[in-house]
C-alpha cells in the first residue's frame, strides 16, 4: 500500500530530552512538510523539504529540527529548547510542482510532556 | 500575507439535514489553490478537493459540493443530507503558487452529526 507512516503514535518527553518523530512515505513524492496542531486550531508549519538534503523552516521552526537524508524519510526532532511542545503533529508529502501540489497527509504523532 | 477564517467554530445538525461550512481567504496572488480537509477523531486529515484560482466552476462529488466564488474570496462546502458519519473536522487552506507549497490552515468547523 502507498502512504505516509508516522511513529510512534503517542510520544512521552521529559524535561530537557530531546525526541525524534519518525515520517516515512512511499509515494514517490519529492516534498515532505510537518505541521503542527494545537487543539481547537488549525495546523501550522514547521519545517518543510522540496528536495533531498535540502530543507526550510516554517512559520514555527524554533526549537525543533529535521533531516532529509533520503527521499523517503523526514524526521523530525523536538529539542529540549522548545518550551511548549505538547501538540499533535502531522507530517505529509507531496508532488513537487512549485508548491501547488496537494499535500497528503500522515496518521500524526501525540506528543506530551511529563 | 495569506490568511483563512473559518468563522464557525462548531456545527450541529441532525442527520439528513443540509449543512454549508463556509471558508473565506485572502491573499494578493492571482495564481492560488484552495483545499478542503476533513479530519475525522483519529486525527488523520483527509483531502477532499483541490480547486484553482482561474476555476471557478462549483464541483459536486456525491453528497459533497462546492462553491468557489472569487468576489466575495469564499471557497464554501455543502453536505447534503448529513449522516453521522460526517461528524469531523472540516479544514479549508490556501496555498499560493510557487512558494514551496505552504499550506495556510484555517481554525477548523467541528461538525456533528446527531443521529
Not at chain 2, 482561474?54 to 466564488?69: A, C, K, L, M, V
Request: hydrophobic share 30%; glycine share 6%; charged share 20%.
Amino acid at each position: 500500500d502507498g502512504g505516509i507512516t508516522q511513529s510512534p503514535k503517542y510520544l512521552f518527553r521529559k524535561e530537557g530530552q530531546n525526541v525524534t518523530l519518525s515520517c516515512e512515505q512511499n509515494l514517490n513524492h519529492d516534498a515532505m512538510y510537518w505541521y503542527r496542531q494545537d487543539p481547537g486550531q488549525g495546523l501550522r508549519l514547521i519545517y518543510y523539504s522540496q528536495i533531498v538534503n535540502d530543507f526550510q523552516k516554517g512559520d514555527i521552526a524554533e526549537g525543533y529540527s529535521v533531516s532529509r537524508e533520503k527521499k523517503e524519510s523526514f524526521p523530525l526532532t523536538v529539542t529540549s529548547a522548545q518550551k511548549n511542545p505538547t501538540a499533535f503533529y502531522l507530517c505529509a508529502s507531496s508532488d513537487q510542482d512549485r508548491g501547488q501540489e496537494t499535500q497528503y497527509f500522515g496518521p500524526g504523532t501525540r506528543l506530551l510532556v511529563l | 500575507a495569506q490568511k483563512v477564517t473559518q468563522a464557525q467554530t462548531e456545527i450541529s445538525v441532525v442527520e439528513k439535514e443540509d449543512v454549508t461550512l463556509d471558508c473565506v481567504y485572502e491573499t494578493r496572488d492571482t495564481t492560488y489553490y484552495l483545499f478542503w480537509y476533513k479530519q475525522p477523531p483519529s486525527g488523520e486529515l483527509v483531502f477532499l478537493i483541490r480547486r484553482n484560482s482561474f476555476d471557478e466552476q462549483n464541483e459536486i462529488s456525491g453528497r459533497y459540493s462546492w462553491n468557489f466564488q472569487k468576489s466575495t474570496s469564499s471557497f464554501n462546502f455543502t453536505i447534503t443530507a448529513s449522516q453521522v458519519v460526517d461528524s469531523a473536522v472540516y479544514f479549508c487552506a490556501l496555498t499560493v503558487y510557487n512558494q514551496g507549497g505552504k499550506l495556510i490552515f484555517g481554525q477548523g468547523t467541528e461538525l456533528s452529526v446527531k443521529p
